[in-house]
């Protein structure tokens, strides 16, 4: 096996937060996937489970143990900061990365247009590429993609289990209420 394939294997686990378990995907050089709780355990594990060139792990190395405690305090409604949060977006073209980048800088509670994210990059004009970006944004939270609105500032989609609902439920956590829609527990 060449030095390449050893290094770019990827290890994943689950781990429970106040919202449902979640799973994240890791490499030697960051995280590489992030699963938001689907409606079961085995749900979530089997969706993160999907790709063949990933493998369980008991253990997660302390990087990775830090980014799961982070986590589990942000969805107990903790402000975090995952800005330093080193990720491996080796397979994500230059345009994405630049986004995803762009998405990082936004703070808990902050929002940002789809639009907006693009003029940051330099794309005016380009808020569907971002709306496709975000869709597929392999590291949500991390990369806090329901942060990603529509113009006028609304709720716009969210491709993770539960869709705008779930999306709702993330901004609320983060006091963010758009529109007057009501404040809905869990995930």
Same mark, same amino acid.
């Given at each position: 096996?060449?030095? /390449? &394939?050893? $290094?770019?294997?990827?290890?994943?686990? +689950?781990?429970?937060?106040?919202?449902?378990?979640?799973?994240?995907?890791?490499?030697? $050089?960051?995280?590489? $996937?992030?699963? +938001?709780?689907?409606?079961?355990?085995?749900?979530?594990?089997?969706?993160?489970? =999907? $790709?063949?060139?990933?493998?369980?792990? &008991? =253990? @997660?190395? @302390?990087?990775?143990?830090?980014?799961?405690?982070?986590?589990?305090?942000?969805?107990?409604?903790?402000?975090v900061d995952f800005s330093g949060v080193a990720l491996d977006l080796?397979?994500v073209g230059a345009f994405h990365r630049a986004i995803y980048d762009?998405?990082?800088? +936004?703070?808990?509670?902050?929002?940002?247009?789809? %639009?907006?994210? &693009?003029?940051?990059?330099?794309?005016?004009?380009?808020?569907?590429?971002?709306?496709? &970006?975000?869709?597929?944004?392999?590291?949500?939270?991390?990369?806090?993609?329901?942060?990603?609105?529509?113009? %006028?500032? =609304?709720?716009?989609?969210?491709?993770?289990?539960?869709?705008?609902?779930? =999306? /709702?439920?993330?901004?609320?956590?983060?006091?963010?209420? +758009?529109?007057?829609? @009501?404040?809905?527990?869990?995930?």
């Amino acid at each position: 096996m060449s030095e /390449q &394939a050893i $290094r770019t294997r990827e290890q994943h686990c +689950l781990f429970d937060t106040a919202q449902g378990a979640c799973g994240i995907a890791w490499s030697d $050089r960051g995280i590489t $996937r992030m699963q +938001l709780p689907e409606r079961t355990r085995a749900r979530t594990a089997g969706r993160l489970g =999907k $790709r063949p060139d990933s493998r369980p792990s &008991a =253990k @997660p190395p @302390p990087q990775i143990a830090r980014t799961l405690a982070s986590l589990q305090r942000y969805f107990e409604g903790e402000p975090v900061d995952f800005s330093g949060v080193a990720l491996d977006l080796e397979q994500v073209g230059a345009f994405h990365r630049a986004i995803y980048d762009a998405a990082r800088a +936004l703070g808990w509670g902050e929002t940002a247009t789809y %639009g907006e994210l &693009a003029q940051r990059v330099g794309s005016p004009g380009a808020a569907r590429a971002v709306g496709q &970006a975000m869709g597929m944004n392999p590291v949500p939270i991390i990369i806090p993609c329901h942060r990603v609105l529509a113009a %006028g500032r =609304k709720i716009g989609g969210f491709s993770a289990h539960g869709g705008v609902v779930t =999306k /709702q439920r993330l901004l609320a956590l983060e006091g963010v209420h +758009l529109g007057g829609m @009501p404040l809905l527990p869990g995930l």
